[in-house]
């Protein structure tokens, strides 16, 4: 019996000594990054600087459903595991005000830099400040998405019109295209309108452009202004062109009828420019033309879209991380990135002769950016874009009508801010 | 006391060593999965986080009648459990009783009614996601070759058919599972009650009704609870179907409960989500017992 014991407890202890002492040694960082390109270029990155300095980098990979969740717990349980971390923007304000990044400009300054380099695009590092555009930065821009306005060239020059500028002329061309293109079936027009980021996603630019806010100048909900209504009517109107399903709709319908030949213009985003140029997924190659988001009553803005890197308060290698990443954000690093069709953050990137010969849309990605606008600064934003995307789908779909659907989405978001107080 | 102090005698206390040792692992297990984390989940649902800090309150729990939300997931689910598990009672049933016969091909039919089930549901969920694709979907594919116009037929993306082609998929899947069952419990069914209802004279119908039915009853309640339980929570198809939409239309508990814990980070709401659930399942369940063991007494 003795010896039964004994042995279960030598095992025990034997386990705990293997599991327990695994410490992190100093020259070890963990970085948690998305899948997919902006993620692999990282991935990439820290390869070479493994290679280089001989610092040892973990990767840990998640997809986009997952890594928010898996940072956000980590971060607030205090762990340390991850010295760096990849965001998307609107998931940073969130990350700000729980008070669980690493500021980064002291950091910077031991190292003889006053702030970030003046050569990234401004609109990219106000995402980066908490609070937005006038606070402290706790991250740095790595992959400098904002939305484009995909719209096809030849159909364009057929039925002799110009390149979309204003909502109007968007809904005129759609109505032109798919009731003269009646031979290959052609929508006018394609979105997605599922519920969620990608109906919010897709609807924003023409809020704003309509003149609508989320919030008015007393931080109230105000989405269903006569604004915001107007701006939701139009979206419907729009909708009569787009293929039927389109409530359901998220990127992948949106990519397959665009690659397909079979709808003429929607928003999206620019990891889907270089599919159009590859004749084994493409139908329409070199047909697709891009431009800036149009406007209405106001200049058309883009939802910025940016990844962000930044550094947990609680890693235990903060100084490490920081050299690493100062470096994969260096415009080297960052050109090597932009080959796996990732936009870059910096200004001399954009501008560079070699990258926009090979990226046509470069300039017009600049312009984009640089006027972009990011979804409402607020930590609540998951739950907020949730509700409002519900209620979006829901009049895409027949649901609701437009003033029904922007009144009850001003409920629910005042319900939310409600019970954050 | 005296007989708790006999039980805990030098010569008990050397006996009970040994299965004490043996259940160690066992508790130790159930206690750190299952048990701490109930007790957590019981403290998070009292819990608020505010400005001031954490705050002890029902908060939570007075919530739940104020959120639209939540009553009308709470509503979609039900309504999806029931028709599911209509479907799936009769159809199994149905198919049961015809395969328990001797006809040709038993072997072959048995065999290939249990492939939905084999599959995990996260591929019969991206597979009837593309299967009901209103524009290049097999579904309406098929439909157009008999010359029906599919253009409103927009399956999950429509309010008024994505609910019912959840169903559908759900039907499709776990059918199998109930016929299976319900086929063993048949299998299981001695001859002679027949014998003795066919000298009686007695109709098919009476057979079915008086002798098949009251000795296939615990095969019929295992499975009506089984599958029960696993539609109150259903997550993973309807997850990938539709991830709750068009707008909310298919937006079940779970799936609420999710976005809530982690899309919202709002544990403590989503754990007192998940008490109610767990309540009114039980309710469900100790029904069932109650009404198909109460009429055997």
């Known amino acids: 019996m003795r010896t039964l014991l004994l042995t279960l407890l030598i095992l025990l202890a034997v386990t705990c000594a293997v599991s327990c002492t695994g410490q992190p040694s100093r020259n070890q960082l963990t970085v948690a990054v998305i899948s997919g390109a902006e993620g692999e270029a990282l991935k990439q990155a820290a390869r070479d600087y493994e290679a280089k300095t001989g610092t040892h980098i973990e990767i840990a990979q998640f997809p986009y459903a997952n890594l928010f969740e898996k940072e956000l717990i980590d971060l607030k349980s205090h762990t340390g595991a991850y010295d760096l971390i990849m965001l998307d923007d609107p998931w940073f304000p969130r990350f700000a005000n729980e008070n669980v990044l690493t500021e980064l400009t002291p950091l910077m300054q031991k190292r003889g830099q006053s702030g970030p380099d003046p050569d990234f695009v401004e609109a990219s590092l106000n995402v980066c400040r908490h609070p937005f555009q006038t606070g402290a930065l706790y991250a740095l821009p790595y992959v400098g998405n904002s939305q484009l306005f995909f719209y096809r060239k030849d159909l364009f020059e057929k039925y002799s019109l110009k390149a979309p500028a204003t909502w109007d002329d968007v809904l005129a061309a759609a109505k032109t295209i798919q009731e003269k293109e009646t031979g290959s079936k052609t929508y006018g027009y394609v979105m997605r309108a599922a519920q969620g980021n990608a109906a919010v996603a897709d609807f924003m630019p023409i809020f704003w452009a309509f003149g609508g806010e989320m919030f008015d100048a007393n931080g109230k909900p105000a989405v269903n202004s006569p604004e915001g209504i107007a701006a939701l009517e139009f979206m419907l109107q729009l909708g009569k062109y787009s293929p039927p399903g389109y409530a359901s709709f998220n990127a992948d319908e949106v990519a397959a009828h665009l690659l397909q030949g079979t709808a003429a213009m929607s928003i999206n985003w620019p990891v889907w420019i270089s599919p159009f140029s590859d004749a084994s997924r493409s139908k329409v190659v070199g047909r697709m033309g891009f431009t800036t988001l149009p406007g209405a009553k106001k200049p058309g803005q883009a939802e910025i879209g940016n990844w962000l890197i930044a550094i947990p308060r609680y890693s235990k290698n903060a100084e490490a991380a920081m050299d690493f990443l100062l470096w994969a954000t260096a415009p080297e690093q960052m050109k090597v990135s932009t080959r796996r069709g990732n936009p870059p953050t910096r200004r001399s990137l954009f501008t560079d002769a070699e990258l926009v010969a090979k990226n046509p849309a470069y300039p017009v990605q600049l312009r984009s950016l640089e006027s972009s606008r990011p979804r409402p600064r607020t930590p609540y934003w998951n739950e907020i874009e949730n509700a409002f995307g519900i209620f979006l789908s829901k009049a895409n779909s027949g649901e609701l009508s437009a003033a029904e659907a922007m009144n009850q989405a001003n409920a629910e978001i005042e319900k939310i801010l409600q019970r954050a107080k | ?297």
């Open chain 2, 1 to 297: 006391m005296p007989r708790s102090r006999r039980f805990f005698n030098a010569q008990n206390k050397r006996e009970l060593l040994l299965p004490a040792l043996f259940l160690a692992p066992a508790l130790a297990v159930l206690l750190a999965l299952s048990i701490y984390p109930l007790i957590y989940s019981v403290t998070i649902s009292l819990q608020q986080e505010t400005a001031a800090g954490v705050t002890w309150t029902l908060g939570n729990f007075t919530r739940l009648f104020s959120d639209g939300f939540f009553w009308t997931a709470m509503g979609h689910t039900f309504v999806y459990a029931v028709a599911a598990l209509t479907f799936e009672f009769l159809l199994g049933l149905g198919l049961a009783l015809l395969l328990n016969n001797q006809i040709r091909g038993r072997g072959f039919f048995r065999a290939s009614l249990l492939v939905p089930m084999m599959l995990p549901t996260v591929v019969v969920g991206v597979v009837w996601r593309l299967m009901l694709n209103p524009n290049f979907g097999a579904v309406n594919g098929t439909l157009k070759q008999f010359g029906i116009n599919t253009e409103s037929l927009t399956w999950t993306a429509s309010p008024k058919l994505a609910m019912l082609s959840v169903i559908a998929v759900d039907v499709w899947q776990w059918t199998p599972f109930v016929f299976l069952v319900l086929l063993a419990g048949l299998q299981a069914i001695p001859q002679e009650p027949y014998e003795a209802a066919l000298i009686d004279g007695s109709s098919r119908w009476q057979t079915f009704w008086h002798v098949t039915l009251p000795l296939l009853k615990p095969s019929i309640l295992i499975v009506l609870l089984l599958r029960t339980m696993d539609l109150l929570r259903v997550f993973d198809q309807i997850f990938i179907l539709t991830e709750g939409g068009p707008g909310f239309a298919t937006e079940t508990i779970s799936l609420y409960i999710y976005r809530a814990a982690f899309r919202f980070f709002d544990f403590g709401y989503a754990a007192a989500m998940s008490f109610v659930l767990l309540a009114l399942t039980n309710v469900i369940s100790a029904t069932y017992i109650r009404l198909l063991e109460g009429r055997n007494a």
